[in-house]
């Protein structure tokens, strides 16, 4: 499980086996979210709100270093 970064309470990586599209998934405490990284929509979340838009904010700021892993990850 390749982590891509701890900030604020927030843990965003991505499994080593995951699939296309490209996407993290965000843990915080016990609650969770998977974003996909193009378009950062929300694919599935338990963040509450507040939380969900920390985090999809840190997200576009590290949008494209994620990207860089994820491709060097899967297609290196």
């Known amino acids: 499980m390749p982590t891509l970064l701890y ?11 995951d699939h296309w599209p490209a996407h993290v998934h965000v843990l915080k405490g ?18 509450k709100h507040q939380e ?3 985090c999809l904010g ?5 949008r494209s ?3 860089e892993r994820w491709n060097a990850w899967f297609e290196g």
């Open 30 to 47: 016990e609650r969770w979210a998977k974003i996909q990284l193009s378009d950062l929509k929300v694919v599935h979340s338990s963040l």
């Open 7 to 17: 900030l604020n309470g927030f843990k965003f990586f991505f499994y080593a086996n």
């Open 58 to 62: 840190i997200i576009e700021s590290h």
């Open 65 to 67: 270093e994620f990207l």
């Open 52 to 54: 969900l838009r920390a």
